[in-house]
């Protein structure tokens, strides 16, 4: 290993020159001459990439350094993800990829985290001999001693869900290197597991029980992110309006968090539609700091793939809800996830959920197709029948009915004077760019201001996927 110092980036990296930085000189970090070097690349969800922040922060506490640069780790990780199709495919293909660096450092260790470790035990050893360290979503407080363990060898498989895990009085903020987000928008985990078990889902399976953190831990979360020059908060759970912490609902979170001094947003995903009581809405509809926006899984528009998901809601009552929050928040922005090609699916189902994007006109959506996940109630119960080229057809057809829609969306905001929230600089360099309380992005002349703040400016034209401030 290297014995000099590496300076790595800090948190405002993507500020224009001559941005004072709001954070703290810590987000600056130097690599001790003998710190083991961690690499880590994370897979899947915001939840995923909250825990990366956290297994970092761990390891960190324990001397371990980030890098990012493979070529310079001790130990490589990945954190990943079980949701889609072919997530173990990518795993073992981008573990072989990093396999080179064994060459130029042959006590490389290779592990892996998150919800696919539950799954990959038992292949694990047969599949990818490489991989030593497998460690599950519930084990991350112990993760510095895990891979201490595996470096010295050993083979470590550690994936014991925990009914009670919530990281509590762990400080997942951590430290600036270790986060990926822009200083602006922080995200804080609120709740971890799920207990719905829709039939198509690996969730319960891979994190384990629904439990919600302690309000306190959330809250004294906010607040360092608010010291730290975040401006927006993204509360995050699996099915996150489900929060309940003894007797704290999640709409009396939402007020205690928008009660923090310096956040002045707040988000939060994925909300399960079922769990969206009228105190919900009435609580976002009346705390300015909560956007109106809401990503609302809907999966399918038919009642019959509703009741095979056992998604709990009929499409009737899924439109009532959309109703609801229209009535009360009428500039409200929604997003779904649409699944084709379920078990069963026909074309009739097919075109309910055509007709259910036409409804209710989503101003975005995530749309894939169904793929068999091995562990859950459809892969084991119900037959996969729908043939890979009818998923892809109609996978395209949603793609192209939402499209029209996602375009719609924006074009309507031209000519209106929208709050953005600016948080950084483009890829390319060339403009600002930022965030409407809908959640659209929009574009804006360099000098509009540093990231962090909130500027009121006209929408002078859309690009389809985002605006352009005139
Ligand atoms: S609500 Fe359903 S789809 Fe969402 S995480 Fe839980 S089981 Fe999975």
Same mark, same amino acid.
């Given at each position: 290993m290297s014995s000099r110092l590496v300076q790595l980036r800090t948190s405002? +990296?993507? !500020?224009? #020159?001559g941005t004072p930085p !709001? @954070? +703290? +000189? @810590? /987000?600056v970090d130097e690599i001790a001459p003998d710190a083991p070097r961690v690499y880590l690349e994370t897979l899947g969800c915001q939840m995923n990439e909250a825990d990366s922040a956290l297994i970092l922060g761990q390891l960190r506490e324990q001397g371990y350094a980030r890098v990012? %640069?493979? @070529?310079? @780790? /001790?130990v490589i990780l990945l954190n990943t993800c079980a949701v889609r199709e072919k997530a173990e495919d990518r795993v073992y293909g981008r573990t072989s990829q990093l396999l080179r660096h064994r060459q130029e450092n042959p006590g490389l260790v290779f592990g892996i985290t998150g919800c696919m470790a539950e799954h990959l035990r038992e292949r694990v050893t047969e599949? !990818?001999?490489?991989?030593?360290l497998v460690v599950g979503p519930d084990s991350y407080r112990g993760i510095a001693e895990l891979v201490d363990r595996a470096r010295a060898g050993e083979r470590v498989i550690d994936v014991e869900l925990d009914k009670t895990e919530t990281y509590a009085g762990i400080d997942a903020l951590g430290s600036a290197v270790d986060r990926d987000d822009d200083g602006v928008s922080g995200q804080v985990t609120i709740q971890r597991g799920c207990d719905k078990f829709c039939t198509f889902c690996v969730v319960p399976f891979t994190r384990g029980r629904e439990r919600g953190v302690a309000p306190r831990d959330i809250l004294r979360q906010t607040r360092r992110l608010a010291e730290h020059g975040y401006r927006e908060v993204m509360l995050l759970g699996q099915? $996150?309006?489900s929060y309940r912490y003894e007797d704290v609902s999640f709409a009396a979170l939402l007020r205690a968090v928008a009660a923090v001094d310096g956040i002045s947003r707040i988000r939060f995903t994925s909300p399960y539609p079922v769990d969206f009581s009228d105190e919900l809405i009435a609580t976002m509809a009346a705390l300015e700091a909560v956007c109106p926006q809401v990503h609302l899984p809907a999966q399918s528009g038919s009642d019959r793939m509703l009741a095979e998901m056992r998604r709990g809601y009929t499409r009737a009552e899924f439109v009532t809800l959309v109703r609801k929050l229209r009535t009360a928040m009428p500039e409200i922005a929604l997003s779904t996830d649409i699944m084709v090609g379920f078990c069963g699916e026909t074309e009739e189902d097919h075109a309910e959920t055509l007709s259910l994007l036409d409804e209710v006109r989503f101003d975005s959506a995530f749309m894939f197709r169904y793929s068999d996940r091995g562990i859950t109630y459809a892969s084991k119960k119900? #037959? /996969? %029948? $729908?043939p890979d080229e009818v998923k892809g057809r109609r996978l395209r057809e949603v793609i192209e009915l939402q499209e029209q829609h996602t375009r719609a969306s924006h074009e309507a905001r031209v000519g209106r004077t929208e709050e953005v929230l600016i948080s950084g600089v483009s890829r390319r360099g060339d403009c600002m760019v930022g965030r409407t309380p809908r959640f659209q992005r929009v574009l804006l002349p360099l000098d509009a201001g540093p990231p962090g703040t909130l500027v009121r400016v006209p929408i002078a034209r859309s690009t389809g996927h985002s605006l352009r401030a005139g």
């Open positions: 405002k +990296s993507t !500020a224009p #020159a !709001a @954070a +703290s +000189s @810590a /987000d990012r %640069d493979p @070529a310079e @780790a /001790d599949r !990818a001999p490489h991989i030593t099915t $996150v309006n119900l #037959a /996969d %029948d $729908v």
